[in-house]
């Protein structure tokens, strides 16, 4: 295996083995990484805006604030090994494949303005990996 490069100089090496199933995709993948944090105990959510709703239905969310491209999972437990970052948010892409949008590298740029850490993980193995590397015990 080779180390790849990721955003803000995070290097990703990826463990094996906390994927579900090779080619897995993105739901299966963020599923994965929400297991693993839920038994760690770490404090996070889910941002559904990928839902699969009723036009009306969807008009009614975008009015309580939805917002297209918002990260996937959002942890507010502060990184242990960044101190003074708020929490991490989480853009979730398949492990191969999966690109970002234009609109979701906004929502990016707009975390790490607040001092927030984004990260993009190409499936879970990935995700766990550079949460790790954060300083999270998981």
Not at 15 to 44: F, I, M, N, W
Not at 60 to 83: M, N, Q, S, Y
Not at 115 to 134: E, F, N, P, S, T
């Amino acid at each position: 295996m080779t180390k790849r490069r990721l955003f803000r100089g995070i290097e990703s090496l990826p463990p094996r083995g906390h994927a579900k199933a090779a080619g897995s995709d993105e739901h299966s993948e963020q599923v994965t990484v929400c297991d693993v944090l839920d038994t760690a105990g770490v404090c996070y959510f889910a941002v559904p805006n990928g839902a699969n709703v009723s036009k009306r239905e969807r008009a009614k969310l975008v009015a309580e604030g939805l917002k297209a491209g918002v990260t996937d999972l959002v942890v507010i437990d502060p990184p242990p090994a960044r101190h003074g970052a708020p929490g991490v948010a989480l853009e979730m892409k398949r492990r191969k494949g999966g690109r970002l949008s234009k609109v979701q590298k906004g929502w990016g740029k707009k975390f790490e303005d607040r001092g927030w850490i984004w990260i993009v993980a190409k499936g879970a193995d990935d995700a766990i990996y550079q949460l790790r590397r954060l300083g999270y015990e998981i």
